[in-house]
Antibody, heavy 126, light 110 residues
Framework: EVQLVQSGVEVKKPGESLKISCKVSGYTFNSHWIGWVRQMPGKGLEWMGVIYPGDSDTRYNPSFQGQVTITADKSISTAYLQWSSLKASDTAMYYC???????????????????WGNGTAVTVSS | QSVLTQPPSVSAAPGQKVTISCSGSTSNIENNHVSWYQRLPGAAPKLLIYDNHKRPSGIPDRFSGSKSGASATLGITGLQTGDEADYYCGTWDSSLSAVVFGGGTQLTVL
């Protein structure tokens, strides 16, 4: 059974750093893209980016490039999302998700998320 | 403002059928495949449909997906109160180089 278990609730102050985690089991961590999705309060889903743990290839949504860092530790099958300086606008629920990258005729590709973590609530407030 | 456009809400009675639309453009839906997700209250999103119309194992055939041009549709038949949730469409946008989602549709089963 595929499981993605995320770290717990975080309450931080603006300017602080944070690293949340997503521990995976039930599949070969190195062989699948894994990424993060943000859901701000009362808003929809936003894809932040993905990493391929096998070679650490990382792709960011341009909207999040430079704002967060996605990493993975193959030795413990865990993906991370980190901030160096949090803002109040980072307050959201963050989900990790296994991403399947599919190629389609014509050379295009797309990702879909077939397994999701339970979510990590992050609150940033002074 | 989401890249993909969904109706904010839909409703129908138990046992009835409902469809949820997802409208995009040539940079996303028209030249790519669509997936659909269900987010039950207080739960993580769950994949319902991928590759426009395929269902993962365990997803009942009451859920269906289709795509035509730059639009996609999620259909749910035999509505149950347990289907009350937010539904999101998603696909790759080649102009933005990112997965994009619709704003979500809240389904109410009256």
């Amino acid at each position: 059974e595929v499981q993605l278990v995320q770290s717990g609730v975080e309450v931080k102050k603006p300017g602080e750093s944070l690293k949340i985690s997503c521990k995976v089991s039930g599949y070969t961590f190195n062989s699948h893209w894994i990424g993060w999705v943000r859901q701000m309060p009362g808003k929809g889903l936003e894809w932040m980016g993905v990493i391929y743990p096998g070679d650490s290839d990382t792709r960011y949504n341009p909207s999040f490039q430079g704002q967060v860092t996605i990493t993975a530790d193959k030795s413990i099958s865990t993906a991370y999302l980190q901030w160096s300086s949090l803002k109040a606008s980072d307050t959201a629920m963050y989900y990790c998700a296994r991403n399947q990258k599919m190629w389609i005729p014509g050379g295009n590709y797309y990702y879909y998320m077939d397994d999701w973590g339970n979510g990590t609530a992050v609150t940033v407030s002074s | 403002q989401s890249v993909l456009t969904q109706p904010p809400s839909v409703s129908a009675a138990p046992g009835q059928k409902v469809t949820i639309s997802c409208s995009g453009s040539t940079s996303n839906i028209e030249n790519n495949h669509v997936s659909w997700y269900q987010r039950l209250p207080g739960a993580a999103p769950k994949l319902l449909i991928y590759d426009n119309h395929k269902r993962p194992s365990g997803i009942p055939d009451r859920f269906s997906g289709s795509k035509s041009g730059a639009s996609a549709t999620l259909g749910i038949t035999g509505l149950q109160t347990g289907d009350e949730a937010d539904y999101y469409c998603g696909t790759w946008d080649s102009s933005l180089s990112a997965v994009v989602f619709g704003g979500g549709t809240q389904l109410t089963v009256l």
